[in-house]
């Protein structure tokens, strides 16, 4: 098992929500910072304050601002229904402007002088990477909602986006049975999270015969190399492509793969970090055909479901669409809100020792917290795209997948490179 670490309607809500103070900076008698203090969380009055840190600036905007919309939407259906032990939710809000330091810097401002509750956020693995320490040194709690590499499992932080075996295994098993491919070309942003994956995914096409043609990687935000590397796709001759692009790289890439002919007959993309949000942006007409790996779809069939579509577009327009980040985000606030209730109390300690099996019926299904390793039981899906730009459902695993994060059962992954501190 894994170890963790210890260290109504809604629109008129949302814009109350926006405003955001600080309830005193976390210094000592001397006016210093301390990490190290009890926490500063105010619960003396009506409200408790929450923070949502995700980046409405830089290459990664595209991705996270809807994000942030779906989390005040969340915040507007709770307070609507009485708040958190009955006190009213108040955002404090900031932008992490697609830069790790900047998540880390506005998350210690967060826990420390704002003295939020909890931080809901993030989308890169680098930025979670750097807040990582700024949440255990000062006891804190994040809510993480984009799927991930996996080998971690820290007691400071809520993964409620997928894991390895519940998003990249499963999209590798259909890639290998139901399309028939044996052999990959790897593309990815260069930072944390393709460069891990890219390394499970070589780890599991030893195991299956599969070989890797080709990888390259752009640097995040960057698209001055993406010709040549759809140049070598081309050439490769590969079944088909494992892209791990993040941002707006993702734009470049299938503007060059549709310029040198390549589709999804010819050569088909099998996509983790492009979802509903960004198909506009990317071009409908570019990616109808090709492929996704998630665990939620706007066009998921369920009563919960329609009625987070419905209440997201009145909130936000007709014309707004829901994704995977955006579902999981919207889950994880509510998943906050049980722990809250099932503990009776906002402080740290208390929310992480009710947090094992709590559940919520989520859009996407229900989903229940893993309380030895904080990631939440996920149903695999893989999509395909439609002229409409949403994403149908062409395969589901049987049922939610429970998480593995270190892959503590596939025994090819035992060479794997794991930090001990969480594997």
């Known amino acids: ?37 009890e926490s500063c969380i105010d619960t003396s009055g009506d409200s408790v304050k929450i923070g949502l840190l995700n980046s409405m600036s830089g290459t990664m905007s595209i991705s996270e601002q809807t994000v942030r919309r779906s989390l005040e939407l969340a915040a507007a259906e709770i307070n609507a229904d009485g708040g958190v032990l009955g006190k009213r939710l108040e955002l404090v809000t900031e932008d992490g402007a697609s830069e790790p330091t900047v998540f880390a810097e506005k998350a210690t401002k967060l826990l420390q002088s704002d003295c939020v509750a909890a931080v809901f956020g993030g989308w890169t693995s680098s930025s979670r990477k750097a807040m990582l320490p700024v949440f255990e040194d000062n006891d804190g709690l994040l809510f993480y909602p984009v799927q ?12 409620t986006g997928a894991t390895t075996n519940q998003q990249i ?31 499970i995914i070589t780890a599991y096409a030893e195991e299956y015969d599969i070989e890797i043609v080709g990888e390259d990687y752009e640097p995040l935000g960057s698209v001055e190399g993406i010709p040549t590397i759809v140049n070598r796709v081309q050439s490769s001759g590969a079944d088909a492509v494992f892209n791990t692009l993040n941002g707006d790289s993702n734009v470049s890439f299938f503007s060059q793969y549709s310029n040198v002919g390549l589709t999804a007959e010819t050569m088909p993309v099998l996509s983790v ?29 369920s009563p919960e479901n329609e009625a987070f579509v419905a209440a997201f577009q009145e909130a936000y327009g007709s014309d707004a669409v829901t994704s995977d980040p955006m579902e999981a985000a919207y889950t994880s606030l509510y998943l906050w809100r049980n722990m809250v209730e099932a503990a009776g109390s906002f402080e740290v300690d208390d929310v992480q020792e009710a947090a094992g099996g709590i559940s919520f019926a989520a859009p996407e299904g229900p989903v229940t917290v893993n309380g030895d390793n904080h990631h939440i039981a996920k149903t695999a899906l893989i999509g395909r795209v439609n002229p409409e730009g949403l994403i149908d459902t062409v395969w589901s695993s049987a049922g939610p997948i429970e998480p593995d994060p270190c892959l503590e059962g596939y025994a090819w992954a035992a060479s794997l490179e794991r930090d001990e501190t969480y594997c």
Do not use: H
């Not at 399309?179 to 890219?198: E, I, K, M």
């Open 1 to 37: 098992m894994t170890a963790l670490r210890r260290p109504v309607t809604v629109t008129f809500a949302l814009a109350a929500l926006l405003a955001a103070s600080a309830c005193g900076a976390k210094v000592d008698e001397n006016g210093d910072s301390t990490a190290d203090v």
């Open 148 to 159: 991930y590499e996996g080998l971690e499992a820290s007691e400071n932080i809520f993964y």
């Open 169 to 199: 295994i499963p999209a590798l098993d259909y890639l290998r049975t139901e399309l028939g491919a044996q052999s990959l070309y790897l593309v990815g942003s260069d930072y944390v999270f393709p460069r891990t994956a890219n390394a």
């Open 273 to 301: 970090s492009i979802a509903e949000e960004e198909v506009p942006g990317i071009g409908v007409e570019r990616l109808v055909g090709q492929y996704t790996a998630w665990n939620y779809y706007q066009t998921v069939q």
